[in-house]
């Protein structure tokens, strides 16, 4: 693809420079003390870089992956509740279970995010309406959120509800490389496997005669997107919270790369995806010192118009 190259060029410098930045006290700190400066870097600043990275490829190719399989280009994990439902798992995992491993809570997020696909899949159908996708979804979301938030406010912890504040906006603070590497080595071995259902997806987009005519088998390809999404998405959400509309903007924007064959958008979405999450968690670290903005609030405030834009601009297509 000849779009590959600028992409992970535009990748791997956001990425240095998320890593890196501020680099002022950085140095300072390795003139003084190269090994506390390197910790710095290996506790905090990396395990940060490498959870804003590659959660950002997760929400750009399962967002890439369920609009291909609806056939819809609104079909995100935020918009279709696989990320409320991932948050209610982990939340019912961690605060009702005792759950406190991270690939455990991984599992439980996972659970969620797969409950809320299915539920998605029965109220809405696979090929629905625009508007019926997005009543379903919002419908779910609200669903789960409000599960979410009864179960913090009944959880055994009185400060359930102040523990997870910016966990439930997203965030990448404070984070290991173990809660990394059980977050992303999941999430990372099912976007793989979603990568090598490009064809069939693109296939799927047709209708499901033309994927099984292909050869493929329509309702096994939607059941494999289903659950490698929920995995993919549930243990990301059950170490950084849930984060909106990445999963929306970056296939919508990879799919202009690739001439509108949505399952040739999945590894540019994953791409696109991963440069707007490290620049919205850029964006959080120039706020006021002492202050933990969510990444989550700057995806919204920054995603909603354009959803309302992509939203305008399907409903002038379809009445012109």
């Avoid at 998605?120 to 508007?131: I, Q």
């Avoid at 379903?136 to 669903?143: D, E, Y």
Wanted: charged fraction near 10%.
């Amino acid at each position: 693809m000849k779009h590959a190259s600028p992409l992970l060029l535009g990748l791997g410098l956001v990425a240095a420079l998320n890593l890196l930045t501020p680099l002022n006290s950085l140095i300072d700190l390795q003139q003084s003390d190269p090994k506390l400066a390197w910790l710095l870097v290996e506790e905090l600043r990396l395990p940060r870089m490498l959870l804003a990275l590659g959660y950002g490829a997760v929400l750009g190719m399962t967002g890439a992956a369920l609009q291909a399989m609806f056939a819809n280009p609104l079909a995100s994990p935020d918009i279709t509740g696989s990320s409320s439902g991932a948050a209610f798992g982990a939340v019912a995992g961690a605060y009702w279970l005792g759950i406190t491993e991270p690939l455990a809570l991984a599992a439980c997020g996972a659970v969620g995010a797969a409950l809320a696909l299915v539920a998605l899949f029965a109220v809405a159908g696979r090929r629905s309406e625009t508007a019926t996708l997005l009543l379903a979804g919002i419908a779910i979301a609200l669903a789960a959120g409000a599960a979410t938030s009864l179960l913090l406010a009944l959880a055994p912890s009185p400060f359930a509800f102040y523990d997870s504040f910016d966990w439930l906006m997203g965030s990448f603070v404070d984070r290991s490389l173990p809660q990394a590497a059980a977050a992303l080595i999941p999430a990372g071995i099912a976007c793989a496997l979603l990568a090598r259902r490009s064809r069939a997806l693109d296939m799927m987009a047709l209708g499901g005669d033309v994927a099984a005519s292909a050869g493929y088998r329509p309702r096994r390809l939607s059941v494999e997107v289903v659950g490698l999404s929920a995995v993919a998405v549930g243990a990301c959400v059950s170490v950084c919270g849930a984060i909106a509309f990445v999963g929306l903007i970056a296939p919508y924007a990879a799919r202009t790369l690739t001439r509108g064959h949505p399952g040739q958008a999945i590894l540019p979405a994953g791409a696109i995806g991963a440069i707007l999450l490290l620049l919205a968690d850029l964006l959080v670290r120039m706020g006021p010192a002492g202050r933990i903005i969510p990444v989550g609030v700057i995806t919204t405030a920054i995603g909603t118009p354009l959803f309302i834009w992509i939203v305008v601009r399907m409903r002038r297509t379809v009445t012109s």
